[in-house]
């Protein structure tokens, strides 16, 4: 995994995005803290930790000793998403928040004021590979005028499907956060494909701010 990480890092990628999931919030198991931890030793890019849990409250703790920079949790797995949030933030880590495809952008409203990123799932969440849900575009444009109409500063972040295919339109709504894993490590080929897919987001942004 550090062969993998230097190689996107080297193809321009400015931050490890990591998929924590448990077998209940979502039909997969991946990585925890331990594997964190690990990575901590590796890179100095941030650790963007993207905790796809059930109780995500009783694991933050962990994931800021095992070297966590950024952690989200769904608005979904959340009972009190406020205090989650909060918990984020005394541990020393920028907090951030998930929508999945089904859930509306509104319901975030309340916390978009202590968020540093806001995540729009743009597949339904616990296998990688699958394809770009459409309607994630409208979520990330109407973020996008949220933020502007309340004066925020939050980073908004999409992941799911980002590819070749869907850059252009995922950066043209205003995403710019861009989380790949196929797309990158899909071939072998982590920095090549790292470089290609960021030079395509870059030009994709130079013809928004034309336009």
């Not at 495809?101 to 616990?126: D, F, Q, R, W, Y």
């Not at 699958?130 to 409208?138: G, H, V, W």
């Not at 502007?148 to 992941?159: P, S």
């Amino acid at each position: 995994m550090a062969e993998e990480i230097a190689a996107a890092e080297r193809g321009g990628g400015s931050v490890i995005h990591v998929d924590v999931m448990d077998g209940h919030f979502v039909p997969n198991i991946t990585v925890g803290p331990p594997i964190v931890q690990s990575l901590r030793k590796h890179t100095k890019l941030p650790l963007d930790c993207h905790l796809m849990i059930e109780n995500p409250d009783e694991f933050i703790p962990a994931f800021a000793e095992a070297g966590a920079n950024w952690v989200s949790v769904h608005y979904e797995a959340c009972r009190h998403l406020h205090r989650s949030l909060e918990l984020i933030g005394q541990h020393g880590m920028k907090p951030g928040v998930v929508i999945n495809p089904a859930t509306k952008t509104e319901l975030l409203i309340p916390v978009l004021g202590m968020v540093h990123h806001v995540l729009v799932m743009s597949v339904n969440p616990g296998f990688g590979g699958q394809k770009f849900i459409p309607y994630a575009l409208n979520k990330i444009r109407r973020l996008k005028e949220l933020r502007q109409e309340m004066g925020l500063e939050f980073r908004i972040e999409v992941d799911g499907g980002v590819a070749h295919d869907t850059v252009k339109s995922v950066v043209e709504a205003g995403a710019e956060l861009l989380v790949a894993g196929n797309a990158v490590f899909g071939e072998g080929h982590a920095e090549r494909d790292a470089r290609a897919l960021l030079e395509a987001a870059q030009r994709a942004e130079r013809k928004a701010a034309q336009e």
